[in-house]
């Protein structure tokens, strides 16, 4: 079993701060726990509150205590929230150590049974952070009623940039000599992250396939893969690892099968399913980020609510050609949109067409019945599609996911690339939530992970 706590922007950057701090400071970490199903856990950050200062009995560099009114409080809101608690407090120092103390174990131990019981949990966590030039380093564990205790494995931080840390115990698996050239180039330590990333993809395509493809190369070496089409006699001119004998097979099972011979370790979970069935959108639960290849806006709208609701950062592709009425190619314009949480979601965007995405969830049956009375939005129209192109969005949507973790480009980071091939032009831009709205971070939704009905949407039976 593999744990992963889960931050979002404002949390990773409170805790780093207070890395920075000489002495030593404590705050409780509200989490929600989303049990994956497949051997994985993530713990989604909602709130952190810190002690006050006049909460603090003794303050030093390497020890501290705290009256219980200092965390109380906390605890009582982690219940309303429905969420856990973690004690978090810092060993400051560049070169401190984040493991525990004999007194942060004492500690532990007297706190551990009051945490439970004013949040509500079955849990009690401990998790200990120290800072590093480029970041923070750390620690922690679980500890259930039963006394057992499991670590905190992973640590990722979702924003602007992206980090995946491994506990500052754990051992790092040594680099194949395969990725010397991308070692090169961007260093060892961004190929541990993404040997160790979880990715998700929901279209496995023209554009899923090529960032599949990539993906592959670079070293990430764990993905489920979402499409519910077979292989056509049309894809095969755009599909990645596909020939003509793969017609009529599963685009998931060609693919998964494809990037076996490119990585044959890697592991792999073919879901053949739209994402608009719940069942597929729970597979994600496990994954650290997601790629959204998909062509249906009902699909979008399911990936918009999980960079929210789950802290799980989606970066969703579109291409679209445009033809005249004499059938000349007039517009060639890709999209690539990153939904880290907290920022503004597809439908705040307006790149997803909600009236269309109602009628794609119909059944065939009533989405006839309305079309007929007007109601629904005529579907199945055949787009335009080239290997080049898709080819290009599928490769700058990986760029974007290297930029961010490898912090090369510009700051602030634009959440949006837009590519108009037709003018040789590339531009972006940024966009905030719209207030009220379910990413909107005043809406309380941020990272509060399974609840009924899931993502609380509506799913087609």
Partial sequence: MT?????????????????????????????????AGDGTTRL??????????????????DRLSIVSQGYVSALG??????????????????????????????????IADLFRLRSGSNYYGAFIVSRRPHGIVFTGHLESQDGTRVPIDRLWMVGSRFRLTRSFDSPLPELSPIFDRNIRAFGGAIQQTLADLRVGLVGCGGTGSAVAEQLARLGVRDFVLVDPDDISSTNITRVYGSVVTDIGRPKVE???????????????????????????????????????????NAGRLVLSRVATYLLTPVIDCGILLTNDADGNLVGIDGRVTVLAPGEACLVCRGRVDVARA??????????????????????????????????????????????????????????????????????????????????HRAAGKLGIGIVDPFLEQTWPH
């Avoid at 920075?20 to 989303?34: D, G, H, R, T």
């Avoid at 989604?44 to 560099?61: E, T």
């Avoid at 809101?77 to 856990?84: K, P």
């Fill in 3 to 35: 744990w992963t706590l889960v931050l979002p922007q404002a949390i990773a950057d409170e805790l780093q701060a207070a890395a920075q701090n000489p002495l030593e400071s404590a705050a409780v970490l509200l989490a929600s726990i989303v049990p």
């Fill in 44 to 61: 989604l950050a909602r709130q952190i509150q810190w002690v006050p200062d006049s909460s603090y009995a003794s303050r030093k560099r």
């Fill in 77 to 110: 809101f982690a219940e309303r929230l429905g969420a856990m608690a973690l004690w978090v407090h810092t060993h400051p120092g560049v070169d401190a150590v984040p493991l525990p103390s004999e007194h942060d174990r004492v500690v532990d131990s007297q």
């Fill in 254 to 296: 060609m693919l998964s099968e494809h990037l076996h011979r490119i990585a044959p370790g890697a592991r792999l979970e073919s879901v053949r399913s739209m994402l608009t069935v719940e069942s597929a959108a729970r597979r994600l639960l496990s994954r650290d980020l997601v790629f959204g290849c998909t062509d249906d």
């Fill in 358 to 439: 109602s009628a794609e969830l119909l059944t065939p049956k009533e989405r006839i019945r309305r079309m007929d009375e007007g109601y629904a939005p005529v579907l199945g129209n055949v787009e335009p599609a080239v290997v080049p192109y898709t080819t290009l969005v599928a490769a700058t949507a990986v760029t974007e996911l290297l930029e961010r973790l490898i912090g090369y480009g510009p700051e602030p980071r634009p959440s949006e690339v837009l590519l108009r091939c037709h003018d040789r032009e590339i531009s972006t831009n940024v966009a905030a939530p719209r207030e009220r709205h379910y990413c």
